[in-house]
């Protein structure tokens, strides 16, 4: 199906799971997907992606797309979210923050599978939105939430020039127990 999405991908994280996806078949959850630029970008048959939103009309937009599944979910109430647990090889999270229950995604995880995480982080106010601070990521944040109990592959933290100017973090955790 011919995606009707313009938005690009974010590059870091399609070439990174480029390079860990080889032949093996994958499911990949991408989490608060929106319009679907990431799910839209990485579904193959080797990649079979569940893509979650709580926005309906965003979803419908890709909901008949092949090796995608779409949710549509409100994940920031005390319902469970309709994820199965250590099920996922890859989640991915770009550009949503939900502190709360940040720690939960990790649960969706693999024993080995990764958390791509990128989002705006502070100092992003300068230059634009978001800028609520419940939006915006301390330096360090999610390294240090995430190291107790496993692996940071890949951390940063700084400027991002892409269309505009943001202040962005990107962290790459690998779950360990
Ligand atoms: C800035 S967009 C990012 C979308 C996508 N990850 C991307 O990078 O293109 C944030 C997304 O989070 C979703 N969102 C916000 N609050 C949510 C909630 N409580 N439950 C589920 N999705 C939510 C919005 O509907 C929106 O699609």
Redesign the pocket.
């Known amino acids: 199906m011919k995606s009707k999405v313009n938005?690009q991908p974010?590059n870091w994280i399609i070439e990174q799971i480029k390079l860990k996806s080889l032949r093996k078949k994958i499911q990949i959850l991408?989490f608060?997907?929106?319009?679907g630029?990431?799910s839209i970008h990485l579904a193959t048959k080797n990649r079979i992606i569940t893509a979650?939103?709580?926005?309906s009309q965003?979803l419908n937009n890709y909901k008949n797309f092949n090796y995608i599944n779409t949710i549509c979910?409100?994940?920031?109430t005390n319902k469970k979210w309709p994820l199965k647990d250590e099920y996922y090889d890859i989640v991915i999270v770009?550009?949503?923050l939900?502190r709360p229950k940040i720690r939960e995604l990790l649960k969706l995880l693999k024993n080995g599978g990764y958390l791509f995480y990128e989002t705006f982080s502070v100092g992003n106010e300068r230059y634009g939105s978001p800028k609520n601070p419940n939006y915006l990521l301390k330096n360090r944040e999610l390294t240090n939430l995430f190291s107790k109990e496993n692996e940071i592959l890949s951390y940063f933290n700084g400027k991002v020039i892409e269309e505009k100017i943001s202040i962005k973090q990107r962290c790459i955790i690998k779950k360990t127990s």
């Not at 608060?32 to 319009?35: H, L, V």
């Not at 979650?52 to 926005?55: G, H, Q, S, T, V």
């Not at 979910?73 to 920031?76: R, S």
């Open positions: 938005e974010t991408d608060a997907s929106g319009n630029r990431n979650i939103d709580k926005d965003k979910f409100d994940l920031e770009v550009n949503y939900y």
